[in-house]
């Protein structure tokens, strides 16, 4: 006569399928981290691209490459922290201003919104105090 828990064996398998997804997971994300890391290195495009703009380009196209040379790097950071997802995560506080980082991300914005015809007024007040956040963590909230 064998004797088997059923329960034990069923939660066995689960855990195995979630580890084989967690893996194949890994698989993918390592190949997309290979993608964004070729385009940030001086051999990418996006630095090509910057190397290439000649003197008399016009500040709307200089600034435009300085913007997607920022969300190159960007990228680079989120799918590292994506990488490390199975290491506890170490938030990097720094002295803040908030309006710095709603500065970044209506530049990084801008572009969809004019295509939108949306118009941006920013309010800021004065007086904010710093702040202490992961600049990066609360940009890639925004």
């Known amino acids: 006569m064998t004797l088997r828990d059923l ?28 993608e964004v890391k070729i385009h940030s290195t001086p051999c990418g495009c996006g630095w090509k691209l910057k190397e290439s703009l000649p003197d008399e380009t016009d500040s709307n196209a200089k600034q435009a490459v300085q913007v997607l040379d920022k969300e190159i790097d960007r990228l680079d950071a989120v799918v590292k922290r994506f990488l490390d997802f199975t290491r506890p995560m170490e938030v990097r506080l720094e002295a803040t201003q908030l309006a710095d980082i709603l500065r970044d991300v209506v530049e990084v914005a801008t572009p969809q919104l004019r295509k939108a015809k949306v118009e941006v007024a920013q309010l800021l007040p004065i007086d904010v105090p710093e702040v202490y956040v992961d600049r990066a963590l609360l940009k890639q909230a925004c």
Do not use: C, K, M, Y
């Open 7 to 34: 329960d034990s064996i069923e939660s066995i398998n689960t855990q195995l399928q979630v580890s084989e997804r967690l893996a194949a997971l890994g698989r993918i994300t390592a190949g997309v981290a290979h």
